[in-house]
């Protein structure tokens, strides 16, 4: 692998536009969702129906969680196979549209609501949040969502070294949450953070594919066989009786308003 570890290293300039381009279909069948808790929250003082845009929102695993409450979401995601893969397995509620978090093509004041989910770390902080603020209604809010690992959970903390491992302690393992932008910038304010618990229920394919939509991962070669082998070991040492492991995560939510 090519990339840095410097763990300074901001993940913007780590190519976000299409270094998910080969791991789309993994993407689309073993990352995990979003428990029901940590929408709810999301949608709690806002009087429904609204329209939300759900910014990098990759293969559409929120687009989706959002639409089935009955909004209106406009998905923005510059990668074509990832976008394709979203309008492939859309709901009919969910509209696609080819642009990035620094510009969405969205008109002004457009949307109640933006969402990031597990892919704000990857935008360029200050135009993203001024392209936010344009694109929200006056008493719009943000919401910034991500899935970390809980390595309190033995299993996971095993599967997580073996990641941070293979991709030679890649940045995005220690930079995935990207608050600083959110609490320095002046277009938001008010941010909270609520915290839920989400299970991951996997075989050992699906383990292996989780590992797999891992953009920097390896995905061929001896350091490729290598992690197959070490998360079949992982997969043989825990699986219960019915064959599933069990990814553990805290779902971190922050919530801020229009400044």
Known sequence: MTETNNSLTPLHTLNPLNRFSDRVEDYAKYRPSYPKAAIDQILENFTLPITA???????????????ARDIKVIAIEPNPEMRNAGIRDATSSVEW?????????????????????????????QPTLSEFRRILKPQGKLAVVWNFRNENDEFTAEYSRIVREASKNHPAESK???????????????????????????????????????????????????????LENLYQ??????????????????LGEVN
């Open 176 to 230: 995935m949450k990207s608050t600083e932008p959110l609490t320095e910038t002046n277009y938001f304010n008010n941010f909270q953070e609520y915290t839920f618990v989400y299970q991951q229920e996997l075989d050992l394919t699906g383990l292996i594919g989780r590992a797999m939509s891992v953009s920097y991962l390896p995905k061929t070669g001896e350091d490729y066989e290598k992690v197959v082998d070490e």
């Open 97 to 125: 549209k080819d642009g990035t978090a620094e510009k969405t093509d969205l008109p002004d004041a457009s949307v109640d609501l933006v969402t990031c989910f597990q892919a704000f770390h990857w935008f360029t902080p």
């Open 237 to 254: 040492r825990f699986k219960n009786e019915k064959g599933f492991v069990y990814m553990t995560y805290f779902t971190s939510v922050h």
């Open 53 to 67: 845009a759900d910014i990098g929102a990759g293969t559409g695993i929120a687009s989706r969680l959002l639409a």
